[in-house]
């Protein structure tokens, strides 16, 4: 376990927001411009720069406004890199490291913070679990294109070692799904049924952007 994570159940800022779905292992670039985020990120830095990803909830555009709505599975995730812009704003990327149930929190900071207790993934991986892995990589990450040299260097990884649940959820997090997809996933404690799940969705056709 991250030395960090031993000190769960605990608040943590969150950051919710549409369509994006953060997940353990993976790595998610962040450019920060609302206020209350860029005083998030500030604290942060200046903390153990944890921050919980959540997805944002449906909701209009005043309540988005003062309390945007969560969903309560989100991704406890540590600033590993922070580059600092005009006019406050800043360009983060975030590494998850656990997924974990929320609950609301009250407090003075402008921006949403939240009890976390993380969830734990089952490992039950059979011994059929690398081949479905990568064919789950083939169809999340086609070949070709800016993205040609990043799928070789991941086959090559794939090849030579273990193959961790932090590649499946780089997949997840990369794979061309709906986000309320993408949340099924992370809910999912199971390995072995998100990748199950996972290629279930990407057998269906799609395009990639």
């Given at each position: 376990?991250?030395?960090?994570?031993?000190?769960?159940?605990?608040?943590?800022?969150?950051?919710?927001?549409?369509?994006?779905?953060?997940?353990?292992?993976?790595?998610?670039?962040?450019?920060?411009?609302?206020?209350?985020?860029?005083?998030?990120?500030?604290?942060?830095?200046?903390?153990?720069?944890?921050?919980?990803?959540?997805?944002?909830?449906?909701?209009?555009?005043?309540?988005?406004?003062?309390?945007?709505?969560?969903?309560?599975?989100v991704c406890v995730g540590q600033v590993i890199h922070?580059?600092?812009?005009?006019?406050?704003?800043?360009?983060?990327?975030?590494?998850?490291?656990?997924?974990?149930?929320?609950?609301?929190?009250?407090?003075?900071?402008?921006?949403?913070?939240?009890?976390?207790?993380?969830?734990?993934?089952?490992?039950?991986?059979?011994?059929?679990?690398?081949?479905?892995?990568?064919?789950?990589?083939?169809?999340?990450?086609?070949?070709?294109?800016?993205?040609?040299?990043?799928?070789?260097?991941?086959?090559?990884?794939?090849?030579?070692?273990?193959?961790?649940?932090?590649?499946?959820?780089?997949?997840?997090?990369?794979?061309?799904?709906?986000?309320?997809?993408?949340?099924?996933?992370?809910?999912?404690?199971?390995?072995?049924?998100?990748?199950?799940?996972?290629?279930?969705?990407?057998?269906?056709?799609?395009?990639?952007?």
């Amino acid at each position: 376990m991250h030395p960090l994570l031993t000190t769960f159940p605990r608040a943590v800022p969150v950051f919710p927001l549409a369509e994006v779905v953060l997940f353990p292992g993976a790595l998610l670039p962040l450019h920060i411009f609302e206020r209350r985020y860029q005083a998030m990120v500030k604290d942060v830095l200046e903390g153990d720069k944890l921050i919980a990803m959540a997805l944002l909830q449906e909701c209009t555009k005043s309540e988005y406004e003062e309390r945007p709505p969560f969903h309560e599975t989100v991704c406890v995730g540590q600033v590993i890199h922070h580059e600092t812009l005009p006019k406050g704003r800043s360009n983060i990327a975030l590494l998850g490291l656990s997924a974990g149930l929320a609950k609301p929190v009250d407090g003075p900071e402008p921006y949403r913070t939240a009890r976390v207790d993380l969830l734990a993934d089952r490992f039950d991986a059979d011994a059929a679990f690398e081949d479905k892995l990568r064919r789950a990589f083939a169809e999340a990450v086609p070949g070709g294109g800016d993205v040609e040299g990043l799928r070789e260097q991941l086959l090559e990884f794939l090849a030579a070692e273990d193959v961790p649940a932090a590649l499946l959820n780089t997949c997840a997090l990369t794979a061309p799904l709906e986000a309320a997809e993408k949340l099924e996933l992370l809910e999912t404690r199971s390995v072995a049924r998100r990748l199950d799940r996972l290629l279930e969705l990407l057998a269906r056709p799609w395009r990639w952007n």
